[in-house]
């Protein structure tokens, strides 16, 4: 089938690649080697033939639906057979040249659209397909030669949308275009000026692949003329554009133009009106005419490019909107400078906010945001408030665009952000109120919480500039910069920190790669400490201005606590610093540390100790303490040597100037010289640490280097030394070594005799206790010094007119003072002094006195509390030192005697706890501090005879200490001790003296008294029953004494017979503690002077029926140890059958009745019937309270009183212990539980009431209950005074008649009780002659059954007392 059936056939398109093409007519007077057949088809393919076709285009006759089947066919063999129709052309070049001219020919006769699209299709495959730069040639220059011929450009749209094609198919084609067919591109810009625009849109397409296939170099050899004409009409063109076609050419167009800058300056340089239609020698006068004539017709508005593009930001059309948006960021990519302020003035940055209010195109913000980022960059942009009108518009869609999944887009909004934050002038707040602040810092927020790191990182920069003071609102939002803080501190949880192998490759950040994922991490760290550095440069600011620290609209009443505070904000700064930026930064620069990030951390460190100076103290220990010390100046060590990193130094140096100053605060002890000694230090340390940036390793040599003339007092070689000694001292303070001890000591010490060689040069204070202070604390690991160093030492320290100046509470100067008898002799009292005197500092001495008997009383209380309480941590280290060196305690001594109140307080302190026994020391300690404190004493008593008048201040406040010293002495030297072999040396002088102080004091000097007292009680109990003779007879012949115990008994009972009158003072009633120990050295007195039988001068009056009334009627108002000491002096004399001549006893009506006198009174005078049985159920009330003490001293008394009326009153005593009453008291006592039960004072009890055949005790159930409370118990698990006790009663029961008698079986189960205790102990034996009992020796009516009681309760009555007395503890007895 051939060409010529083609109108016949039916779907011709469809079948047209089964037809030859050939034309039956035309093809027989062919050559054949024109003819081919071409293609994979089956049959050997299609046959075509060439000269066919050719004959076909240029025919008239040729219908044009052949001629689009013919050119269809070619098309296809072009398209499935390449190469293979270039064989049958290449023939003769001229039959291909024919062949392309008969195409170009096509497209100014063919009306046909499908025709013509045909045809460019065929020109291109075919051009492409033979590759020739001829038929390129041919090809231009026809079409060129057709646009000279012409007299309009009208027709010519086909041909200019074929040279489009072929320059987007042939690149190298646009080259040779532009340098060799220059009058053929001025007919292409004269086409321009055609109405048409489709014309237009054809022409710009021209324009379009030229410019985009040629490429910047290829453009660059393009006449300047064409180049400038091309802009200038694209512009005018775009300005008047109404087709999508051509607007979209336009915009493409401009879009490749505005990336180069030869163009960009031309486009934003074109004067208005100006339309560049010069002639050109080459083009013909009527073409020219044509031209003008075309031009005349156009408007002659025309618009600058800014105007142009801010008119496509209006259109609404969002992709023109992105490209508009893309080329005013291509243009001011350039050259922001120089075009940013056209663009500004056309108010570009007000419609590309516009733009952002209400899209959420991702590539239209962020073409918008990349053109605000570079139009922020003129100062123009704020100043015409373009920021303030947008800030609002920006934050919004900053919102919306991090909730879409585009990472660029969020980080050009931030960058946006961070730009305008950080450009915005101060004159001009972004955030006037609370609202708009919250709204940018819940974006900013979103911003570094995104999981893309470099986002998150974009978001802290944000921070930093949002941190800035200007943008802070009225009242400044804190809770918002905490968020912020938080959030940022949040994240580190979260970073991947980069590995040693990837900081040792990177070196710096800068040349870290930004595709690392770990350099991203670190990039984030950095710019998050620059935001941390911003906070807490804020928090100074506001801190510094009083309208910003409190806010206005705060209630003054949660200003402190409130959460939107700056108090608030310091403390969530200093929380994340020390909890997760120090650790995080450590362990990151712990191998490759970072000059940018180890500058900012030590800055933000530095802030800290000015944000919360309350809380620095702690902060700066815990810094110190953890080597931080070290950390700084390794890393000065490191990085700035040799003028490195400024900044990192000065960052280091101002943290290390901070963190001294803090720590010498707290270690200065003088408070007075603070002042200067800190300034002193604070210019030695400003002055020094910046030049001081070498290792460690280094600091021997520079302290022993021997420096030369020193002009400045803060500079120069010896103040490097100066500094780095302060420095040590502080850092050792913490535990931070920074060099090893012998080498920290030998340096110091070799400073130290520098310093005096030099001769004019002295050591400043705070050097001088810097020195001191790392000898003392490096002396473990150092050699002993000789005398040449203690020369120096020793010099050094006089030199300094304060030894206080000096002195640094630590346990190694005590050491090192006293480690040298040349240093103790002339300090060592010093150094103790201001020991105790730092230790009285940190104890509660303010108290509310009422006078002085409620003083003595507290002040006794204290000391009895005291001795149950382990010594403090000083007292501890003076015990250490004292068992090191001895001589110590007579220091302390000197200092008790001579020193005023609490300094001797604290010294006799540390002396009772070291006589307590707690430490073993030698057994002649007490020895030999005995004729110390007898010479103390003397000198007392000769320096203020009177010791009731005209005494010195100094005596008040240490005779009590004295005597108290002198009683504890007493209590801890133990009775089997030699010093009892003799008591007619320092003892008995001790008493003697002590005795006429106590008789000379006035009776309201309890201060003294009451001690006095102690110490002679002390003396009678403990001593050897040999040893009391003499004494007693010595304290029966002081009648001072006596008085002063006949003034305080006598205002005992003077206040007990008017309590009921309130006008009696408080100081009328002595203490009760002064009361008690008289009671109590009453009683030894009566029974020591009935055993010796001493002569007594003179006698004590004293109210038995006072005491017996106190018993019955005031024992609730009454103090129970007080009540104690009431029951042992009646024990002592109702023992002496109330006859001694030691007291004289007096009664009254009361307790004898009405005289004359019966039988019973008469027996039982001065008591009385009606006073023993007053008595007795004084004590059976005083049992039924069940106090320890009272349980012992009721049933001792009782014991007494029984065998009192015993030997009296055989009837009384019967009546007494048959009362009714004793069966109550029995029952009450029995059931009170088993802890009551198997009191040794309830079996004693028990015992008694059954030695004097009392009916109140029954076999069953008193007895057996008891039994059964044994056996539950178990004998051994009794305590020896119980098993003891229960021996007594077993006894007691075998040999009583008991009413009803018991059973065989009962009577066994007391002998195998019996046999279960075993053998009686011999410390409770029943010899009468225990040298412990010589106090209470047994009544010689009493039987022998009856001393082991007596020892009992002797023994313990003794202890309690002497413990309330304060003297001494169980252990001592």
Same mark, same amino acid.
């Not at 001088?768 to 202070?773: N, T, V």
């Given at each position: 089938?051939?060409?010529?059936?083609?109108?016949?056939?039916?779907?011709?398109?469809?079948?047209?690649?089964?037809? @030859?093409?050939?034309?039956?007519?035309?093809?027989?007077?062919?050559?054949?080697?024109?003819?081919?057949?071409?293609?994979?088809?089956?049959?050997?393919?299609?046959?075509?033939?060439?000269?066919?076709?050719?004959?076909?285009?240029?025919?008239?006759?040729?219908?044009?639906?052949?001629?689009?089947?013919?050119?269809?066919?070619?098309?296809?063999?072009?398209?499935? %057979?390449?190469?293979?129709? /270039?064989?049958?052309?290449?023939?003769?070049?001229?039959?291909?040249?024919?062949?392309?001219?008969?195409?170009?020919?096509?497209?100014?006769?063919?009306?046909?659209?499908?025709?013509?699209?045909?045809?460019?299709?065929?020109?291109?495959?075919?051009?492409?397909?033979?590759?020739?730069?001829?038929?390129?040639?041919?090809?231009?220059?026809?079409?060129?030669?057709?646009?000279?011929?012409?007299?309009?450009?009208?027709?010519?749209?086909?041909?200019?949308?074929?040279?489009?094609?072929?320059?987007?198919?042939?690149?190298?084609?646009?080259?040779?275009?532009?340098?060799?067919?220059? !009058?053929?591109?001025?007919?292409?810009?004269?086409?321009?000026?055609?109405?048409?625009?489709?014309?237009?849109?054809?022409?710009?397409?021209?324009?379009?692949?030229?410019?985009?296939?040629?490429?910047?170099?290829?453009?660059?050899?393009?006449?300047?003329?064409?180049? @400038?004409?091309?802009?200038?009409?694209?512009?005018?063109?775009?300005?008047?554009?109404?087709?999508?076609?051509?607007?979209?050419?336009?915009?493409?167009?401009?879009?490749?133009?505005?990336?180069?800058?030869?163009?960009?300056?031309?486009?934003?340089?074109?004067?208005?009106?100006?339309?560049?239609?010069?002639?050109?020698?080459?083009?013909?006068?009527?073409?020219?005419?044509?031209?003008?004539?075309?031009?005349?017709?156009?408007?002659?508005?025309?618009?600058?490019?800014?105007?142009?593009?801010?008119?496509?930001?209006?259109?609404?059309?969002?992709?023109?909107?992105?490209?508009?948006?893309?080329?005013?960021?291509?243009?001011?990519?350039?050259?922001?400078?120089?075009?940013?302020?056209?663009?500004?003035?056309?108010?570009?940055?007000?419609?590309?906010?516009?733009?952002?209010?209400?899209?959420?195109?991702?590539?239209?913000?962020?073409?918008?945001?990349?053109?605000?980022?570079?139009?922020?960059? @003129?100062?123009?942009?704020?100043?015409?408030?373009?920021?303030?009108?947008?800030?609002?518009?920006?934050?919004?869609?900053?919102?919306?665009?991090?909730?879409?999944?585009?990472?660029?887009?969020?980080?050009?909004?931030?960058?946006?952000?961070?730009?305008?934050?950080?450009?915005?002038?101060?004159?001009?707040?972004?955030?006037?109120?609370?609202?708009?602040?919250?709204?940018?810092?819940?974006?900013?927020?979103?911003?570094?919480?995104?999981?893309?790191?470099?986002?998150?990182?974009?978001?802290?920069?944000?921070?930093?500039?949002?941190?800035?003071?200007?943008?802070?609102?009225?009242?400044?939002?804190?809770?918002?910069?905490?968020?912020?803080?938080?959030?940022?501190?949040?994240?580190?949880?979260?970073?991947?920190? !980069?590995?040693?192998?990837?900081?040792?490759?990177?070196?710096?950040?800068?040349?870290?790669?930004?595709?690392?994922?770990?350099?991203?991490?670190?990039?984030?760290?950095?710019?998050?400490?620059?935001?941390?550095?911003?906070?807490?440069?804020?928090?100074?600011?506001?801190?510094?201005?009083?309208?910003?620290?409190?806010?206005?609209?705060?209630?003054?009443?949660?200003?402190?606590?409130?959460?939107?505070?700056?108090?608030?904000?310091?403390?969530?700064?200093?929380?994340?610093?020390?909890?997760?930026?120090?650790?995080?930064?450590?362990?990151?620069?712990?191998?490759?540390?970072?000059?940018?990030?180890?500058?900012?951390?030590?800055?933000?460190?530095?802030?800290?100790?000015?944000?919360?100076?309350?809380?620095?103290?702690?902060?700066?220990?815990?810094?110190?303490?953890?080597?931080?010390?070290?950390?700084?100046?390794?890393?000065?060590?490191?990085?700035?040597?040799?003028?490195?990193?400024?900044?990192?130094?000065?960052?280091?140096?101002?943290?290390?100037?901070?963190?001294?100053?803090?720590?010498?605060?707290?270690?200065?002890?003088?408070?007075?010289?603070?002042?200067?000694?800190?300034?002193?230090?604070?210019?030695?340390?400003?002055?020094?640490?910046?030049?001081?940036?070498?290792?460690?390793?280094?600091?021997?040599?520079?302290?022993?280097?021997?420096?030369?003339?020193?002009?400045?007092?803060?500079?120069?070689?010896?103040?490097?030394?100066?500094?780095?000694?302060?420095?040590?001292?502080?850092?050792?303070?913490?535990?931070?070594?920074?060099?090893?001890?012998?080498?920290?000591?030998?340096?110091?010490?070799?400073?130290?005799?520098?310093?005096?060689?030099?001769?004019?040069?002295?050591?400043?204070?705070?050097?001088?206790?810097?020195?001191?202070?790392?000898?003392?604390?490096?002396?473990?690991?150092?050699?002993?010094?000789? /005398?040449?160093?203690?020369?120096?030492?020793?010099?050094?320290?006089? %030199?300094?007119?304060?030894?206080?100046?000096?002195?640094?509470?630590? !346990?190694?100067?005590?050491?090192?003072?006293?480690?040298? +008898?040349?240093?103790?002799?002339?300090?060592?009292?010093?150094?103790?002094?201001?020991?105790?005197?730092?230790?009285?500092?940190?104890?509660?001495?303010?108290?509310?006195?009422?006078?002085?008997?409620?003083?003595?009383?507290?002040?006794?209380?204290?000391?009895?509390?005291?001795? &149950?309480?382990?010594?403090?941590?000083?007292?501890?280290?003076?015990?250490?030192?004292?068992?090191?060196?001895?001589?110590?305690?007579?220091?302390?001594?000197?200092?008790?005697?001579?020193?005023?109140?609490?300094?001797?307080?604290?010294?006799?302190?540390?002396?009772?706890?070291?006589?307590?026994?707690?430490?073993?020391?030698?057994?002649?300690?007490?020895?030999?501090?005995?004729?110390?404190?007898?010479?103390?004493?003397?000198?007392?008593?000769?320096?203020?005879?009177?010791?009731?008048?005209?005494?010195?201040?100094?005596?008040?406040?240490?005779?009590?200490?004295?005597?108290?010293?002198?009683?504890?002495?007493?209590?801890?030297?133990?009775?089997?001790?030699?010093?009892?072999?003799?008591?007619?040396?320092?003892?008995?002088?001790?008493?003697?003296?002590?005795?006429?102080?106590?008789?000379?004091?006035?009776?309201?000097?309890?201060?003294?008294?009451?001690?006095?007292?102690?110490?002679?009680?002390?003396?009678?109990?403990?001593?050897?029953?040999?040893?009391?003779?003499?004494?007693?007879?010595?304290?029966?012949?002081?009648?001072?004494?006596?008085?002063?115990?006949?003034?305080?008994?006598?205002?005992?009972?003077?206040?007990?017979?008017?309590?009921?009158?309130?006008?009696?003072?408080?100081?009328?009633?002595?203490?009760?503690?002064?009361?008690?120990?008289?009671?109590?050295?009453?009683?030894?007195?009566?029974?020591?002077?009935?055993?010796?039988?001493?002569?007594?001068?003179?006698?004590?009056?004293?109210?038995?029926?006072?005491?017996?009334?106190?018993?019955?009627?005031?024992?609730?108002?009454?103090?129970?140890?007080?009540?104690?000491?009431?029951?042992?002096?009646?024990?002592?004399?109702?023992?002496? @059958?109330?006859?001694?001549?030691?007291?004289?006893?007096?009664?009254?009506?009361?307790?004898?009745?009405?005289?004359?006198?019966?039988?019973? &009174?008469?027996?039982?005078?001065?008591?009385?019937?009606?006073?023993?049985?007053?008595?007795?159920?004084?004590?059976?009330?005083?049992?039924?309270?069940?106090?320890?003490?009272?349980?012992?001293?009721?049933?001792?008394?009782?014991?007494?009183?029984?065998?009192?009326?015993?030997?009296? %009153?055989?009837?009384?005593?019967?009546?007494?212990?048959?009362?009714?009453?004793?069966?109550?008291?029995?029952?009450?006592?029995?059931?009170?539980?088993?802890?009551?039960?198997?009191?040794?004072?309830?079996?004693?009890?028990?015992?008694?009431?059954?030695?004097?055949?009392?009916?109140?005790?029954?076999?069953?159930?008193?007895?057996?209950?008891?039994?059964?409370?044994?056996?539950?118990?178990?004998?051994?698990?009794?305590?020896?005074?119980?098993?003891?006790?229960?021996?007594?009663?077993?006894?007691?029961?075998?040999?009583?008649?008991?009413?009803?008698?018991?059973?065989?079986?009962?009577?066994?189960?007391?002998?195998?009780?019996?046999?279960?205790?075993? +053998?009686?102990?011999?410390?409770?034996?029943?010899?009468?002659?225990?040298?412990?009992?010589?106090?209470?020796?047994? +009544?010689?009516?009493?039987?022998?059954?009856?001393?082991?009681?007596?020892?009992?309760?002797?023994?313990?009555?003794?202890?309690?007392?002497?413990?309330?007395?304060?003297?001494?503890?169980?252990?001592?007895?």
């Amino acid at each position: 089938m051939s060409c010529d059936t083609i109108d016949q056939s039916n779907g011709g398109r469809s079948n047209m690649m089964s037809v @030859d093409i050939v034309h039956e007519k035309f093809h027989l007077r062919h050559d054949p080697k024109w003819s081919g057949r071409l293609g994979p088809a089956e049959g050997g393919g299609l046959l075509v033939c060439v000269a066919c076709v050719i004959e076909m285009i240029e025919s008239e006759d040729i219908s044009s639906v052949k001629k689009s089947f013919a050119l269809s066919g070619i098309s296809g063999v072009l398209k499935c %057979s390449p190469g293979a129709l /270039r064989e049958l052309l290449q023939q003769d070049h001229r039959v291909s040249m024919r062949f392309t001219a008969s195409l170009l020919g096509l497209l100014h006769t063919v009306e046909d659209p499908a025709t013509l699209e045909k045809v460019h299709q065929v020109l291109v495959q075919l051009l492409v397909e033979l590759q020739s730069e001829v038929l390129y040639r041919f090809v231009l220059d026809e079409i060129h030669k057709q646009l000279s011929d012409q007299l309009s450009v009208k027709a010519f749209q086909p041909t200019f949308k074929l040279l489009g094609n072929l320059v987007e198919a042939v690149p190298n084609l646009a080259h040779s275009l532009m340098t060799q067919y220059v !009058p053929l591109l001025e007919h292409l810009c004269s086409a321009l000026l055609y109405p048409d625009e489709a014309l237009k849109a054809s022409v710009l397409y021209v324009w379009l692949k030229l410019f985009g296939t040629a490429g910047g170099s290829a453009v660059q050899s393009l006449p300047i003329t064409i180049r @400038d004409r091309v802009c200038i009409l694209l512009l005018q063109t775009l300005s008047n554009a109404g087709s999508p076609q051509l607007i979209d050419n336009c915009i493409g167009l401009l879009w490749l133009l505005v990336q180069l800058g030869e163009t960009v300056s031309v486009l934003m340089n074109s004067p208005e009106g100006q339309i560049m239609c010069s002639e050109d020698q080459n083009i013909h006068a009527n073409n020219s005419q044509v031209i003008c004539q075309n031009q005349e017709q156009q408007p002659p508005e025309h618009r600058h490019l800014p105007l142009i593009l801010k008119q496509l930001l209006l259109s609404g059309d969002e992709t023109l909107q992105v490209t508009s948006a893309k080329c005013i960021a291509s243009v001011l990519v350039h050259s922001p400078s120089q075009y940013s302020a056209p663009f500004i003035k056309a108010d570009v940055p007000e419609f590309l906010f516009d733009c952002l209010a209400s899209t959420s195109s991702e590539m239209l913000l962020w073409s918008a945001y990349s053109c605000l980022v570079l139009l922020t960059e @003129d100062s123009l942009f704020f100043s015409q408030c373009h920021s303030v009108y947008g800030i609002e518009s920006l934050v919004r869609s900053l919102k919306e665009a991090l909730r879409l999944s585009n990472l660029e887009v969020q980080k050009q909004g931030l960058l946006l952000l961070t730009a305008i934050l950080e450009r915005q002038p101060p004159s001009v707040r972004l955030f006037p109120s609370g609202p708009g602040f919250v709204v940018v810092s819940e974006a900013v927020i979103a911003g570094v919480s995104s999981s893309c790191l470099l986002v998150a990182t974009q978001g802290a920069s944000a921070a930093s500039a949002l941190f800035r003071l200007n943008h802070q609102s009225r009242p400044v939002q804190y809770k918002e910069v905490e968020g912020l803080v938080e959030a940022i501190t949040n994240r580190f949880s979260e970073l991947p920190l !980069p590995s040693p192998a990837h900081r040792r490759s990177s070196g710096s950040l800068k040349r870290s790669g930004p595709s690392s994922h770990a350099s991203r991490s670190e990039a984030f760290l950095f710019q998050a400490l620059v935001c941390f550095q911003a906070a807490c440069r804020l928090a100074e600011e506001c801190a510094s201005e009083p309208v910003l620290k409190e806010n206005t609209f705060t209630a003054p009443s949660k200003h402190s606590r409130a959460q939107d505070s700056l108090e608030s904000l310091c403390h969530c700064l200093l929380r994340c610093c020390d909890s997760i930026w120090i650790p995080t930064i450590i362990r990151m620069c712990e191998r490759a540390p970072s000059a940018q990030i180890l500058q900012h951390f030590y800055s933000i460190l530095s802030s800290q100790f000015t944000l919360l100076p309350s809380l620095m103290p702690v902060f700066a220990n815990k810094l110190a303490s953890s080597g931080f010390y070290r950390l700084a100046l390794e890393h000065k060590g490191l990085l700035c040597v040799g003028n490195r990193n400024p900044d990192l130094n000065v960052s280091c140096c101002g943290f290390l100037l901070k963190l001294s100053m803090c720590l010498l605060s707290q270690s200065n002890p003088a408070s007075g010289s603070y002042q200067y000694e800190a300034e002193e230090v604070e210019n030695l340390l400003q002055y020094n640490l910046p030049s001081l940036c070498c290792r460690l390793s280094d600091w021997p040599s520079l302290l022993r280097e021997v420096p030369g003339l020193q002009l400045c007092e803060y500079k120069g070689p010896r103040a490097t030394q100066y500094c780095l000694v302060i420095m040590l001292h502080l850092a050792l303070q913490q535990a931070d070594r920074l060099l090893p001890d012998q080498t920290v000591f030998s340096c110091v010490l070799w400073l130290l005799l520098s310093v005096q060689e030099q001769g004019s040069c002295v050591l400043p204070h705070s050097v001088l206790r810097s020195a001191l202070y790392l000898l003392a604390m490096t002396q473990d690991k150092s050699p002993s010094l000789d /005398r040449a160093p203690l020369n120096c030492i020793t010099k050094a320290l006089s %030199s300094c007119q304060s030894f206080s100046s000096l002195y640094i509470h630590h !346990p190694a100067l005590l050491h090192f003072i006293c480690r040298y +008898p040349e240093l103790a002799e002339k300090f060592g009292p010093l150094v103790l002094e201001l020991w105790l005197t730092k230790q009285t500092q940190h104890t509660v001495t303010g108290q509310t006195m009422t006078d002085a008997q409620e003083k003595g009383e507290k002040r006794d209380s204290c000391a009895d509390d005291r001795q &149950d309480e382990e010594p403090d941590t000083e007292t501890v280290e003076l015990l250490t030192l004292i068992e090191k060196y001895p001589a110590v305690i007579l220091t302390l001594l000197d200092m008790l005697c001579t020193r005023e109140a609490p300094l001797a307080e604290r010294a006799l302190g540390v002396l009772e706890v070291l006589l307590s026994g707690q430490r073993h020391y030698e057994v002649d300690l007490c020895a030999n501090l005995r004729p110390a404190l007898l010479q103390a004493l003397q000198r007392l008593s000769v320096e203020n005879g009177g010791l009731g008048q005209g005494r010195t201040e100094q005596v008040v406040n240490s005779l009590p200490l004295v005597l108290k010293l002198l009683c504890v002495t007493q209590a801890s030297d133990p009775p089997s001790s030699s010093s009892y072999s003799n008591i007619d040396e320092v003892h008995f002088k001790l008493l003697y003296h002590v005795s006429n102080i106590a008789g000379r004091l006035k009776p309201t000097n309890t201060e003294s008294l009451l001690p006095a007292l102690r110490y002679v009680y002390c003396c009678l109990s403990l001593s050897p029953a040999h040893c009391t003779d003499r004494a007693v007879s010595m304290l029966l012949s002081n009648s001072g004494l006596m008085d002063q115990l006949q003034t305080v008994l006598a205002s005992s009972s003077s206040s007990s017979s008017s309590s009921a009158t309130p006008s009696l003072s408080p100081s009328a009633c002595p203490p009760s503690a002064l009361l008690c120990c008289s009671h109590l050295l009453m009683s030894s007195l009566i029974t020591l002077q009935h055993v010796h039988s001493a002569q007594v001068h003179k006698s004590i009056n004293w109210s038995l029926d006072t005491a017996v009334q106190r018993l019955v009627l005031q024992k609730r108002n009454t103090d129970n140890l007080l009540l104690v000491s009431y029951l042992r002096l009646l024990q002592a004399l109702l023992d002496v @059958d109330l006859t001694s001549a030691v007291v004289c006893v007096s009664t009254g009506p009361g307790l004898v009745g009405p005289r004359p006198l019966g039988v019973q &009174d008469g027996a039982l005078y001065p008591l009385g019937s009606r006073g023993a049985q007053s008595l007795s159920a004084a004590l059976s009330g005083l049992l039924l309270q069940k106090h320890e003490l009272l349980l012992r001293a009721s049933v001792n008394c009782l014991s007494s009183l029984l065998g009192f009326l015993q030997r009296k %009153s055989h009837i009384t005593a019967k009546l007494v212990v048959c009362q009714p009453w004793s069966r109550f008291l029995l029952y009450c006592l029995l059931s009170s539980g088993e802890s009551c039960l198997l009191h040794p004072a309830i079996l004693r009890l028990i015992t008694l009431l059954l030695q004097h055949s009392s009916t109140a005790v029954l076999w069953e159930p008193d007895l057996l209950q008891v039994m059964e409370a044994v056996e539950r118990r178990g004998v051994k698990e009794l305590s020896q005074e119980a098993a003891q006790a229960l021996r007594l009663l077993l006894t007691q029961i075998e040999s009583s008649v008991l009413q009803p008698p018991p059973t065989e079986q009962h009577k066994q189960r007391v002998r195998d009780m019996m046999e279960a205790l075993g +053998p009686q102990t011999p410390a409770l034996s029943c010899n009468p002659s225990l040298p412990s009992n010589i106090l209470y020796p047994p +009544p010689e009516s009493e039987t022998h059954s009856q001393t082991p009681l007596h020892y009992i309760k002797h023994t313990h009555l003794l202890t309690y007392c002497i413990e309330y007395a304060g003297i001494c503890t169980l252990a001592c007895i």
